[in-house]
């Protein structure tokens, strides 16, 4: 496998150092830091294509890296069973490589700017670069997966990307009544994001040669955790900064998203203010900043960092059935990452 650019041990290190100590630590206290490695390396060399437009808003996009949360689950997962990286390099590939085309897609759709304090495909280049750029993400991440040892891996990625276009397509088009908002707000997280949470979790027990039961369960482990992980993302959109979320505070907010803090917020309070939020109808930055201040106020940010740790023990209970390990252990230190993550 090769190596672009060279010097890909320091490159990566200063990736992970720029997403926090905290991954950091825990890739190197699980010994994952050189199967990550291999990973993002083989993420550089498919990114690499016969078209140079292609190639440079790809490595752009896979330089624009990520926690690698998703590959990183794949990984653990596969040790808890008989592990081999050859087996389980191509399964953690194709869930961030889905994961990236996802991305650049849905900033198309919202028009966003910067993704992670750089500048978006789009943004950069234009609309149809972004488009074809996504669609070849998907493409690479198809073949990707083809690699893997286990055909049932196939299976858990399509079955994701197929959830994950309806939950783009899905959005919590409503605040009130609470009930309502919830069960929208729960659908869309699950499908948007903790779906691939779960293939790739899926996938790496597959590629581990696990039996039917182990993988049900690293499913409903990564499905859990990617529920948390969305909800404590909507949580940073509130408490956060632009420094540390490479993007403005209450963005959501002034996008029109409905999410779980404003939700638990408005069942609260019933704010005239959030109302008038929601309904774009008082949107300038002294309202976008007063309707933070409120669901803060409110406890709405409390409320779901509440939920996101009840995600986290439903989470941690599925890996009962797994003798402890380094790999469990992991995948436990994992959760209380994601829970405490500043960005």
């Known amino acids: 496998m090769s190596t672009i650019d060279g010097g890909p041990d320091k490159r990566y290190v200063r990736q992970r150092v720029a997403q926090g100590s905290g991954i950091l630590d825990l890739f190197e206290r699980a010994s994952l830091t050189a199967d990550l490695r291999a990973v993002e390396d083989l993420l550089l060399e498919r990114s690499r294509s016969r078209s140079e437009l292609i190639t440079a808003a ?4 896979v330089r624009s890296g990520g926690k690698r949360l998703r590959a990183a689950m794949a990984l653990l997962a596969a040790q808890l069973g008989s592990y081999q990286l050859s087996n389980v390099i ?25 993704r992670r304090g750089r500048v978006t495909v789009h943004t950069r280049w234009d609309n149809d670069v972004a ?92 499905f859990d955790v990617g529920i948390a992980f969305q909800i404590v993302d909507d949580v940073l959109d509130f408490t956060g900064d632009e420094d540390t979320l490479g993007k403005p505070a209450g963005n959501d907010l002034r996008q029109g998203t409905i999410t779980l ?80 993550r500043e960005s």
């Open 58 to 61: 790809s490595i752009h996009t």
């Open 90 to 114: 191509h399964a953690a590939a194709s869930a961030e490589l889905i994961h990236a085309a996802s991305l650049v897609h849905d900033d198309l759709v919202d028009q966003a700017a910067r």
């Open 131 to 222: 488009l074809m750029v996504g669609d070849y993400f998907f493409a690479l991440a198809a073949a990707e997966m083809s690699l893997s040892p286990d055909p049932r891996i196939i299976t858990f990625y399509a079955a994701a990307v197929q959830t994950i276009v309806e939950g783009e397509l899905s959005p919590v088009m409503q605040a009130e009544p609470a009930e309502t908002a919830l069960s929208q707000y729960f659908y869309k997280t699950g499908a948007k994001t903790a779906a691939l949470f779960e293939a790739a979790c899926k996938a790496g027990m597959a590629a581990g040669g696990g039996g039917d039961a182990q993988i049900a369960a690293l499913g409903r482990y990564g």
């Open 261 to 340: 803090p404003l939700i638990y917020a408005l069942e609260s309070t019933g704010s005239p203010l959030l109302r008038a939020v929601i309904e774009q109808s008082a949107a300038d930055e002294s309202v976008i900043d007063a309707a933070i201040a409120e669901v803060l106020s409110a406890g709405g940010a409390d409320a779901a960092m509440a939920e996101a740790r009840r995600y986290i023990a439903q989470a941690i209970g599925n890996l009962d059935a797994f003798p402890n390990s380094l790999a469990r252990q992991s995948l436990i230190d994992l959760t209380e990452f994601v829970v405490n």
